[in-house]
């Protein structure tokens, strides 16, 4: 496993951040990291980089453990915080050179990764000269530098315009071939389209964690239905294939119903049967915007 968390608990003060947190990922994965403001996110990721240490549990990071080898974790481990770190004033091979000889890396890895992230057009460059997608390439090839085994990636695409945001999926997406990626971010599509896996966490718990095609495959499906009448719960509940009946406001109702069938033929019927039109009926997208709202509401 190049990521082993087991059984972690990190407390501020009274505040519990972590509750008995564990998962593990293995080499060559993208995994996606999930969960709202104040959830845990930030947290596991600096004890994954040894910036915290955790009240308990066990954290390994390609097989060393993170409190009795932090250096050798350090050394597999690339991160790219959320706020990136650079020295604006510095060019920008002036900047990568400085991390190259932190690392003691040569000069030949240095220019392979400038090219890897696609910075060489902006080589002579300031950093504060720079759009906010080249920032994260030079954040992002600090990051490669020493060639990490693990990638931890703190919302990477926070702030770029969609070109941008094109540019760095593609490279992640392609340093992923090769490397283990743990990617937090709160762009849903983004998840969508470079993450094989995804770990949801809420509250300091974990509340999702599977291949990404599994969450969305769930058998069932939610029909937001207005009708122009008033309409008892226990006659909806009565639909076929019903689970959950849920009144939003006056006669607006959220259905849902444990099938992949297409049910709003039935609410039809239903609504027909009982002398009731329908105003709106609209199924509701079985993605993970919605899955991640049902998790962490």
Same mark, same amino acid.
């Given at each position: 496993? +190049? ?23 293995? +080499? ?35 097989? $060393? ?98 070109? !941008? ?18 990617? +937090? ?41 207005? $009708? ?5 719960? !226990? ?23 444990? +099938? ?9 019927? $239903? ?20 899955? $991640? ?5």
């Amino acid at each position: 496993m +190049s990521i082993e968390v087991q059984n972690v608990i990190k407390t501020y003060g009274k505040q519990k951040a972590l509750n008995n947190v564990s998962f593990s990922i293995k +080499s060559g994965e993208i995994v996606g990291f999930l969960g709202p403001n104040g959830a845990g996110k930030s947290t596991i990721m600096k004890i994954l980089t040894t910036y915290l240490r955790p009240n308990e549990g066990d954290v390994k990071v390609n097989g $060393f453990d993170t409190l009795l080898n932090p250096m050798e974790v350090k050394r597999s481990v690339g991160y790219l915080p959320e706020h990136n770190p650079l020295y604006l004033e510095l060019f920008v091979k002036e900047y990568l050179n400085f991390h190259a000889n932190i690392h003691k890396v040569s000069k030949n890895r240095m220019n392979e990764v400038i090219e890897l992230v696609g910075l060489t057009p902006e080589i002579g460059k300031k950093i504060n000269q720079l759009s906010k997608g080249y920032r994260q390439r030079v954040g992002l090839a600090a990051a490669l530098l020493h060639d990490p085994d693990v990638l931890v990636l703190d919302e990477p695409t926070t702030g770029l315009d969609p070109n !941008q945001l094109a540019e760095i999926r593609s490279m992640i997406q392609d340093i992923g071939k090769t490397k283990t990626i743990l990617l +937090s971010t709160h762009i849903m599509q983004e998840v969508e389209a470079m993450c094989d896996r995804v770990i949801i966490i809420n509250k300091g718990e974990i509340v999702a964690d599977k291949k990404l095609n599994e969450l969305l495959e769930k058998q069932e499906q939610i029909i937001e239905v207005e $009708f122009d009448l008033r309409v008892e719960k !226990q006659l909806l509940e009565q639909i076929h294939n019903i689970k959950e009946v849920k009144n939003v406001f006056g006669n607006t109702w959220h259905l849902t119903f444990e +099938s992949k069938d297409d049910m709003r033929p039935d609410i039809f019927d $239903f609504a027909k049967a009982n002398g009731l039109k329908t105003l709106q009926l609209q199924q509701k997208v079985n993605n993970l915007e919605s899955l $991640f709202q049902d998790l962490t509401n």
